[in-house]
């Protein structure tokens, strides 16, 4: 048989994709290296607790992610942000300082000094930047807030959600928001309040009852039959209907369009025979090691009241975790009644070593570490560590023209795509609008199939579900 679609890689990218395609009519086949889908989208229940592995929630800010969930009939599994959060914290030195989530927490705060407030307050009168020139996270939080703002809490927030270092990643593929915010209304304060959205960011999110590996799981259901799992492709070569692809265990597939949707230093590797551009690019783009430490205790051992998302740490505060979260506070049905769980992480662009360590010498410093900062007494109830030896990709400067020269691959080479969180966006949701967009691109490419009907499509999936 020869598939409209092949698509290497199944997580939630490559899943995504090929649900679109399906529910469009057509062939498709995904072939995943693992023994399971999801990528590192995992979701572990121990001992009634609930431990995610890799990405913990959604944003509802992301249309995309909304409809997937209801095309998926999964609506019912949503769950909203708990109320416990209610402040945010910050590392600084060994003191957590609590933040209110209001618009107006960090003005209020003695977090930051007078003059560091004063800076923010008048971030509205600042010059708009007049060029177009790629610049750092760390530089453009400067010029706009102060440099106090920047490494107090953007460079903390930055080492939490890329685990990057904010003097080397690029604003405008990071945060591109903030520099459309700049360019439009010449003021990011100005931008965020035309936005209309809620100054409560973390009220935006929302995850799943038994976790994010909800998302793979279904859409894989959704599309029983054409997954292979345990099927690693080894090569990718030109075919007079399309592409081969030559794999370790289901022999020679051919696909009239391929779908790398794969880590990027595996894309580059089957991408270099077929287009020398897009794998040099996909090659450069650096992913570094982090470790995950999840850790159970009973509530009666933690004296602080966990009352937020989590925290995050100020760089040279001493210790290991770059920052940490509190799941049994962000989402019900994370820890039994009277339990809670605290995941923290460890690792990314600025301590490869931690990272690295081994898992019980790793546990161990990290639950020292919070007994300190949490008032935690005893020994956990247990620990688990997920090692991760390449995570988030790095959007460093110049990133923007890895990604043109990425997405002109079907130009250069028709049939031939790449989707991931490498592209355009590293959230759960941005891989999700990405994949979408993919498939589109590929309908396009291969319109002679008639389209099937959404309603039709969407009671066939509920009923294999």
Known sequence: MTYDVAIIGGGISGLTTAYDLQRSGRRVIVLERQQTVGGNAI????????????????????????????NLDIENQLLDLGLGVRKRYLRDGGTLHGIGIKRTGFLMSPYLSVRGRLRLMTEILRPRKTNNEDESIHAFI???????????????????????????????????????MEQQFGSVT???????HSGEPGKRLFSFRDGIATLPKTLANAMAGC????????????????????????????ARTIVFAVQPHVAASLLEPLDEPAATAAAAIDAPPLSVIFLAYARQQVSHRLDSLGFLSVAGSGG??????????????????????????????????????????????VHRELSDLLEISGEPIFSRCRQWARSIPQYEIGHSVKVSTIEALHLRQPGLYVTGNYLGGVSVGSCIEQARATASKINCYLPDVAQVAPANARAGISARA
């Open 43 to 70: 979701s572990q229940r121990i001992n009634g607790f609930l431990m995610e592995h890799g990405p913990t929630t959604l944003n509802t800010l992301v249309p995309q992610a909304l409809e997937l969930t209801k």
């Open 190 to 196: 100005r931008g965020v309040f035309n936005a209309g």
């Open 320 to 365: 290991i975790i770059n920052g940490a979260q509190f799941p049994s506070t962000m989402f019900a049905n994370r820890a039994p009644d009277g339990f809670v769980s605290i995941s923290a992480y460890v690792g990314g662009s600025g301590n490869h070593d931690a990272a690295c360590l081994n898992s019980n010498d790793l546990s161990h410093l």
């Open 142 to 180: 400067c010029r706009r807030f102060g440099i106090e703002f920047a490494e107090k809490i953007m460079a903390p927030l930055v080492a939490g959600i890329f685990a990057g270092d904010a003097h080397k990643l690029s604003l405008q593929s990071a945060f591109p928001k903030l520099m459309k």
């Open 227 to 254: 997954i292979k799992t345990g099927t690693a492709v080894k090569s990718v070569s030109k075919h007079p209907q399309g592409y081969r692809l030559e794999t370790h265990r289901s022999g020679d597939l051919i």
